[in-house]
């Protein structure tokens, strides 16, 4: 990061490429260690071992929201909204941070290695923050928790049409090659508006929102919810839990890196970083990807079988077979794969039900059960989406069941 003068810094960013940051509060968030420590988290957790050019962090992603989110302001003044510079700086600060409470490898561990979700530690960081800068983040998080009376701020931040989606859509997509995920944001912020403090999207942009959603539905059956992704992402799982049942019975062989050792220790949750907010989030702060590799090179040689197993799987990405099917599978289809994977594959009796795993995924390309998109007709008019396309929206949820169990050669 470079300074061209005293009022702004410029980052060479690959998809939007020179992006500039105001000097102030802004850039001091950016420069504090909290932050700091997005660069050593992958968006995408471990996407990279389908796609291997998906190794972009939060860090990135987050620059990336904020630069959308200037341009959003811009529009949207330049069409008579009025937007004070305390309001621009608290919807800025609120983008900037809306991921600051992620954990290792984004999503996988967020109920693995910790019971609290990311939306809540991202508020208990900014509310040490708002100490550290004296309160300047009062009104960023009153956005960022949707408690601001003009709610189209928080609808920038947080909602079907969000600059979160707009630079994670574009992002992704650049950084995997997945480009039916490109979509056109620049077009789609040019159509933004305000209307009785909602935001909406000009009618001649509808299109452009209907290839967002077409887009989004893509990128997480392609993407984010590709089998082999999933097979990965439940293997680190897998690993977390085994790995924590061996640290709190003594039979863990190698020392771990003393924040994760602590985290596989203790039960935190939320409540817990509620009434021991800053100890536990300075020493969340101080966890990421990189201890969590660490402690795999451990222990793919630890004794136990199921942790080495799986631990050196992840590393030379040999893993679990998975099977998609519309209906859950049979409790008999699965109880056969255990039994052969007992006595025709030499797995222990004991823990091979650790080494299988059944759940379901959902998606859904437009939701018609929160705050819809609206679209503002040329005479005044304002419809929400699904009232004002002829595209036949999905809004249906897609169920996928999901089955993951060692190859072996079943």
Same mark, same amino acid.
Request: include cysteine.
């Given at each position: 990061?470079?300074?061209?003068?005293?009022?702004?810094?410029?980052?060479?960013?690959?998809?939007?490429?020179?992006?500039?940051?105001?000097?102030?509060?802004?850039?001091?968030?950016?420069?504090?260690?909290?932050?700091?420590?997005?660069?050593?988290?992958?968006?995408?957790?471990?996407?990279?071992?389908?796609?291997?050019?998906?190794?972009?962090?939060?860090?990135?992603?987050?620059?990336?929201?904020?630069?959308?989110?200037?341009?959003?302001?811009?529009?949207?003044?330049?069409?008579?909204?009025?937007?004070?510079?305390?309001?621009?700086?608290?919807?800025?600060?609120?983008?900037?941070?809306?991921?600051?409470?992620? !954990?290792?490898? +984004?999503?996988? &561990?967020?109920?693995? @290695?910790?019971?609290?979700? /990311? #939306?809540?530690?991202? *508020?208990?960081?900014?509310?040490?923050?708002?100490?550290?800068?004296?309160?300047?983040?009062?009104?960023?998080?009153?956005?960022?928790?949707?408690?601001?009376?003009?709610?189209?701020?928080?609808?920038?931040?947080?909602?079907?049409?969000?600059?979160?989606?707009?630079?994670?859509?574009?992002?992704?997509?650049?950084?995997?090659?997945?480009?039916?995920?490109?979509?056109?944001?620049?077009?789609?912020?040019?159509?933004?508006?305000?209307?009785?403090?909602?935001?909406?999207?000009?009618?001649?942009?509808?299109?452009?929102?209907?290839?967002?959603?077409?887009?989004?539905?893509?990128?997480?059956?392609?993407?984010?919810?590709?089998?082999?992704?999933?097979?990965?992402?439940?293997?680190?799982?897998?690993?977390?839990?085994?790995?924590?049942?061996?640290?709190?019975? !003594?039979?863990? +062989?190698?020392? &771990?890196?003393?924040? @994760?050792?602590?985290?596989? /220790? #203790?039960?935190?949750? *939320?409540?817990?970083?509620?009434?021991?907010?800053?100890?536990?989030?300075?020493?969340?702060?101080?966890?990421?990807?990189?201890?969590?590799?660490?402690?795999?090179?451990?222990?793919?040689?630890?004794?136990?079988?199921?942790?080495?197993?799986?631990?050196?799987?992840?590393?030379?990405?040999?893993?679990?077979?998975?099977?998609?099917?519309?209906?859950?599978?049979?409790?008999?289809?699965?109880?056969?794969?255990?039994?052969?994977?007992?006595?025709?594959?030499?797995?222990?009796?004991?823990?091979?039900?650790?080494?299988?795993?059944?759940?379901?995924?959902?998606?859904?390309?437009?939701?018609?059960?929160?705050?819809?998109?609206?679209?503002?007709?040329?005479?005044?008019?304002?419809?929400?989406?699904?009232?004002?396309?002829?595209?036949?929206?999905?809004?249906?949820?897609?169920?996928?069941?999901? &089955?993951?169990?060692?190859?072996?050669?079943?």
């Amino acid at each position: 990061m470079s300074g061209s003068s005293s009022r702004q810094k410029i980052m060479n960013d690959p998809v939007y490429g020179f992006v500039s940051i105001p000097s102030g509060t802004l850039f001091q968030l950016i420069e504090h260690p909290y932050f700091q420590r997005l660069r050593r988290i992958k968006q995408v957790s471990l996407t990279h071992l389908v796609y291997p050019g998906a190794l972009h962090t939060r860090f990135h992603h987050a620059i990336g929201a904020l630069h959308l989110m200037k341009q959003a302001i811009e529009v949207l003044r330049s069409k008579g909204i009025s937007i004070t510079d305390e309001e621009a700086l608290g919807v800025s600060a609120a983008i900037l941070l809306h991921d600051i409470g992620h !954990g290792p490898f +984004s999503h996988t &561990l967020e109920n693995t @290695l910790i019971q609290a979700p /990311h #939306e809540a530690l991202s *508020l208990l960081f900014m509310e040490q923050l708002n100490k550290t800068f004296e309160g300047q983040l009062e009104l960023a998080m009153d956005i960022f928790q949707d408690r601001y009376e003009r709610r189209f701020f928080h609808q920038l931040v947080s909602g079907q049409l969000d600059m979160d989606r707009m630079d994670y859509l574009n992002r992704d997509s650049y950084f995997t090659g997945v480009y039916e995920g490109v979509i056109g944001y620049d077009r789609i912020i040019q159509m933004l508006s305000v209307v009785d403090d909602q935001l909406v999207v000009e009618e001649k942009g509808i299109y452009s929102i209907e290839k967002f959603l077409m887009a989004r539905r893509l990128m997480y059956w392609q993407v984010y919810l590709h089998k082999t992704v999933l097979a990965a992402e439940q293997m680190l799982i897998m690993t977390l839990r085994r790995a924590r049942e061996l640290t709190l019975s !003594g039979k863990m +062989s190698r020392e &771990l890196p003393s924040e @994760l050792n602590f985290f596989l /220790h #203790e039960h935190v949750t *939320l409540d817990d970083f509620m009434s021991h907010s800053r100890e536990l989030l300075d020493r969340f702060a101080r966890l990421d990807d990189y201890d969590i590799m660490s402690a795999l090179k451990l222990w793919a040689y630890e004794p136990d079988h199921t942790l080495s197993y799986l631990a050196s799987g992840l590393l030379d990405r040999k893993l679990l077979r998975v099977e998609l099917r519309a209906q859950p599978f049979d409790v008999g289809y699965i109880q056969d794969i255990r039994d052969q994977l007992v006595h025709n594959y030499g797995f222990d009796a004991a823990t091979v039900h650790q080494l299988i795993v059944t759940g379901r995924e959902t998606n859904t390309a437009y939701s018609v059960a929160k705050d819809e998109i609206n679209i503002l007709y040329k005479d005044g008019r304002v419809l929400p989406m699904s009232a004002a396309t002829d595209y036949g929206l999905d809004a249906q949820i897609t169920t996928k069941h999901y &089955l993951c169990y060692p190859k072996t050669g079943l």
